[in-house]
């Protein structure tokens, strides 16, 4: 059985940081993509970053691109976000995912129908 558990949302101040972390158990964990999202308030989930197997490529959404960083860990299975220079749009749940094909190499994905396995996400809320 596949399970994600993120960790590290809560409560920022606008201009701070945090680290979100994500445990996966994930048989073969290092031959997926992974992908973190984000949901707000009455709007739909939309992508924040990507990261392909092997750590080489990652993707941003431009809104997040010169703030936020992702990482992984294949050893500890897991994912990291990285969010810095928070605002107050950056408050939502963030959620993880891990993709549904093995080995994709060269595009980290951007498509949440492209991933099959979400957990149940971290709320993060960025006061002003």
């Known amino acids: 059985q596949v399970q994600l558990v993120e960790s590290g949302g809560g409560l920022a101040q606008a201009g701070g940081s945090l680290r979100l972390s994500c445990a996966v158990s994930?048989?073969?964990?290092?031959?997926?993509?992974m992908g973190w999202f984000r949901q707000a308030p009455g709007k739909e989930r939309e992508f924040v970053a990507a990261?392909?197997?092997?750590?080489?490529?990652?993707n941003l959404a431009d809104s997040v691109r010169s703030r936020f960083s992702i990482s992984r860990d294949n050893g500890k299975k897991t994912v990291y976000l990285q969010l810095s220079s928070l605002t107050p749009e950056d408050t939502a749940v963030y959620f993880c995912?891990?993709?549904?094909?093995?080995?994709?190499?060269?595009?980290?994905?951007?498509?949440?129908?492209?991933?099959?396995?979400w957990g149940p996400g971290t709320q993060v809320i960025v006061s002003s």
């Open positions: 994930r048989r073969r964990f290092s031959d997926y993509a």
């Open positions: 990261i392909i197997r092997n750590g080489g490529t990652t």
């Open positions: 995912a891990s993709h549904q094909n093995r080995n994709v190499m060269f595009v980290a994905p951007t498509s949440a129908q492209s991933y099959s396995y």
